[in-house]
Structures are given as structure tokens and as C-alpha cells.
């Protein structure tokens, strides 16, 4: 009897909807009104900015990777590639051990956010809240119990009303005939002081969490049909499309409300529909934006239930994870762990605290990391080993790594603590585990 394979049913179409699906999510909703408390200002719209710039320059990174090596796991094969056949043993390792305790907070936060924005339509105390959060994540791991081609058609769906949801918004503001006023005064009483840059790098860890997920597709590039094309494009179209639509998205609010309002609203975008287009609006509103949350934990949770997969079916994670579905063929052991372990963590945790720790957890190793093995690779094999090659090389890579430097820095000292303990932490199991296997740094002569 064969052994299940995954199957490249993915095209351009799906991929970029799982992208999107991915990157919108419920965080711009939510991170809206923090954006503008920190910045306090008409300047807030640079936060979203700095946050579209970092994820083109990351972006191409993860493009070139990508059509290079598309393979389920995304991440765990580029730093196993780029770090060469000894050290790529350890970083690719410290990337499974983070996604085995990130990917959940990735999940839960989006789950979380869910039932704290449901709060707008029927006000709810904490136990309520945490049983609808719980709620949104059994029934993600039971839509993903399926076909890859079964899920391509439900990403696009639910994509379709991610794009719903933001045109409303956006046409909103543009109805009210004010809708080039937060553009015309962004640097109005500007002061490029230390204190703003501070603020900026503060405000841009929340931004920068908004556009997370368009790098999915790299996770999934074992069933992306022609990958050295289309994730390059899925992932391009997916930062352009989102970016504008986010811009969009904050100048249209803040053409509507004024700015006290934006910064002490938990239900931001609600409020402004009630106010352009009134409270039944709202409430339909309010629903569209809950589907975009669902649609988010949908991509997200897709996406990291195959690193698990690949980390094991190439013998460097437990075995068990290497399972795939006997019939369906989908890595149905790695879901249904991820998806246990983000239902607790749905059960604990507030969003805040989520964002900060999703961040400080992923920079080092994933985003920096990976940057830095692109650099090792592209000085060892040669430009013309990439399927795909990213403009103006190495600038952007050079100026993905310091931006993500400073986001590191902007998460505050306890969670870049905690994020260095969780690395020391999985540098010890590798060791462990490496000295029980004989394996490199052990291995016998």
C-alpha cells in the first residue's frame, strides 16, 4: 500500500486568498484604536506604513526562499538550506521547537480577538468570552479535517468576504466627503523627537502583527501548483492588496470619528459604521468583521499544522508528526496537537499579552534568522541558484534585519527575555536530543 503524499492542488487564486485571509484577520480591527492611543496624533498612519514597508522587504525574502525550496514547512527548510548541514540541524530545529508553542498563540489570539469583538453585538463576561474563543478553534480544526482541494474552496470564500468587509469600510468614509483629511494633515504638529521615534517602534509592533501571514503560502509550498511562480506572486499581491486596503482602511475611520474617540474605542470600526450608515449596519458590520476573524484562524492554523509534518518526515521532530491522513492526506496529527494546545492557550490569555509575546518568540530565529541564511546561502551557492531573485539585492534583506531589530526592541525587555529563554531552551532539547541520537554535535567518528 502506497504511503499518502501531499498533493499540489494550490493555485494563484488560493494562495493569494489564504494569504490575505491570513494577514487581515481580526488584529487591524483591534489594533486600530492602540495604534492611535500610542502615536496620539494624526502621524498613527505612519505606523501602518513602516509596517507595509518591512513586510515587502521580508517579503522578497521569503519569496526567493520560497520558489526555491517549496516544500511543507516553509521556514524549517530555509534555515535548515541556509545554514548549511550542520548548523541548519539546529536552527531549523529552534524554528519547530518556537512554532510548537507560537503557533498556538498565533491561533488563540485571533480566537480571542473573536470573542472579544463579539462583545460589540451581545456584551459578555469573561467565562462566556473564553467558552466562544474555545469555540472558534474546535470548529477551525474540524473545517481543516479535509482535502487540501476541499480547503482551497473555503479560503477563497471566506476571502471574498474579508474583501467585503474592507470596501465597506473604506467606501464609508469616501461617502462622507472628508475623505482626504487624515492624509492632508499627517504631519501636522510633527516633532521628530526621540520620544516620537520611541512611540513609532512601540505602535509599529501592533501594525507589523497586523500584516503577519504573508509568508503562509511557504508553509504550504509542497501543494502550490508551479511554486517557483506563484508564491513569489501569491505573497507580492497578497502585501500590496493588504497594505493599500489597510491605509485605506485607517484614513476612512479617521475621516469620520474624531481622534479621542478612535483611541478609547475597543470597537472602533463598528462605531464608525453606526455613525455613516447607522446601527443596524453596525451589527451586519460587526458580523463581517467576525467572518474575517474566523477566516484568519482558518489560513493561520492551515499553514502551521504542516511545519510540525516536515520537521518529522525528514527526521528531525518526533516521528508521530509525520502522519498524514490515510484518506484525506493531510497532516492530521500536527492539526489536531496545534489545534489542542491553541484551545488552552484561548482559555488563558488576553490579546495584549499575545501580540508582544507572538513577536519577541519569532523575531530572532524566524524573520532575522532566516534573512541571515539567505545571506549565507546566496555567498555559498551563487545568486543563480534562486528560481526567483528579488530586486536591488542584498538592501533589502539588510533593511528587513534592522527593522525587525528595532520591532525586537519594541516589544520591552520581559518579552525579549522571554523570547531569548524560549531559544536557550530549545538549544538545551536539541542537545539533548542530539546526544541521545549520537547526532552532530555528538556523533561518533
Not at 126 to 137: A, D, E, L, R, T
Not at 178 to 206: R, W, Y
Not at 330 to 337: A, G, T
Request: hydrophobic share 55%; proline share 5%.
Amino acid at each position: 500500500m502506497n504511503e499518502p503524499q501531499l498533493s499540489r492542488k494550490i493555485g494563484l487564486l488560493q494562495a493569494t486568498a489564504i494569504n490575505m485571509t491570513d494577514m487581515v484577520g481580526i488584529g487591524p480591527f483591534i489594533v486600530l484604536s492602540v495604534v492611535a492611543d500610542i502615536m496620539n496624533g494624526p502621524w498613527f498612519l505612519y505606523a501602518w506604513i513602516a509596517g507595509a514597508v518591512l513586510s515587502i522587504a521580508d517579503g522578497l525574502i521569503w519569496s526567493e526562499l520560497g520558489a526555491r525550496f517549496p516544500l511543507a514547512g516553509g521556514s524549517y527548510n530555509f534555515l535548515k538550506e541556509g545554514y548549511g548541514e550542520k548548523w541548519g540541524r539546529l536552527m531549523s530545529f529552534l524554528f519547530v521547537w518556537q512554532t510548537m508553542i507560537q503557533a498556538p498563540l498565533v491561533i488563540a489570539s485571533a480566537a480571542i480577538g473573536f470573542s472579544q469583538y463579539f462583545g460589540y453585538l451581545y456584551p459578555l463576561d469573561i467565562i462566556p468570552s473564553k467558552m466562544i474563543s474555545g469555540s472558534v478553534v474546535i470548529l477551525i480544526v474540524i473545517l481543516l479535517y479535509r482535502r487540501i482541494e476541499a480547503i482551497g474552496k473555503i479560503s477563497v470564500f471566506l476571502w471574498l468576504g474579508v474583501l467585503i468587509t474592507m470596501t465597506w469600510i473604506i467606501a464609508g468614509g469616501i461617502g462622507q466627503g472628508n475623505f482626504m483629511q487624515p492624509v492632508l494633515s499627517i504631519n501636522e504638529n510633527l516633532d521628530l523627537t526621540p520620544a516620537f521615534a520611541a512611540a513609532l517602534g512601540l505602535a509599529s509592533v501592533k501594525t507589523v502583527y497586523s500584516y503577519l501571514g504573508y509568508y503562509n503560502v511557504c508553509h504550504l509550498g509542497g501543494e502550490i501548483v508551479q511554486p517557483e511562480k506563484n508564491i513569489p506572486r501569491s505573497m507580492l499581491i497578497s502585501i500590496a492588496g493588504i497594505a493599500c486596503l489597510y491605509l485605506l482602511m485607517n484614513i476612512s475611520v479617521a475621516s469620520v470619528l474624531p481622534l479621542q474617540q478612535i483611541k478609547s474605542s475597543p470597537f472602533v470600526v463598528s462605531e464608525f459604521i453606526n455613525v455613516v450608515s447607522g446601527p443596524v449596519a453596525a451589527r451586519v458590520a460587526t458580523l463581517l468583521i467576525l467572518w474575517v476573524a474566523f477566516a484568519s484562524v482558518f489560513s493561520a492554523t492551515l499553514g502551521y499544522s504542516r511545519v510540525p509534518y516536515a520537521a518529522a518526515k525528514d527526521g528531525a521532530f518526533f516521528s508521530v508528526f509525520a502522519k498524514l491522513h490515510p484518506v484525506k492526506g493531510f497532516p492530521h496529527v500536527s492539526l489536531l496537537f496545534l489545534g489542542s494546545v491553541a484551545f488552552v492557550f484561548s482559555l488563558l490569555f488576553r490579546i495584549g499579552e499575545v501580540i508582544n509575546a507572538i513577536l519577541a518568540m519569532r523575531i530572532l530565529i524566524q524573520f532575522i534568522g532566516q534573512a541571515v541564511g539567505l545571506l549565507l546561502l546566496s555567498r555559498r551557492k551563487g545568486r543563480k541558484f534562486f528560481n526567483w531573485q528579488m530586486p536591488l539585492y542584498p538592501l533589502p534583506v539588510l533593511l528587513a534585519i534592522c527593522i525587525w531589530a528595532g520591532i525586537f526592541y519594541s516589544t520591552g525587555s520581559y518579552m525579549m527575555l522571554s523570547g531569548i529563554l524560549v531559544i536557550v531552551a530549545g538549544v538545551a532539547a536539541f542537545l539533548i536530543k542530539a546526544g541521545i541520537q549520537h547526532d552532530w554535535p555528538f556523533a561518533r567518528k
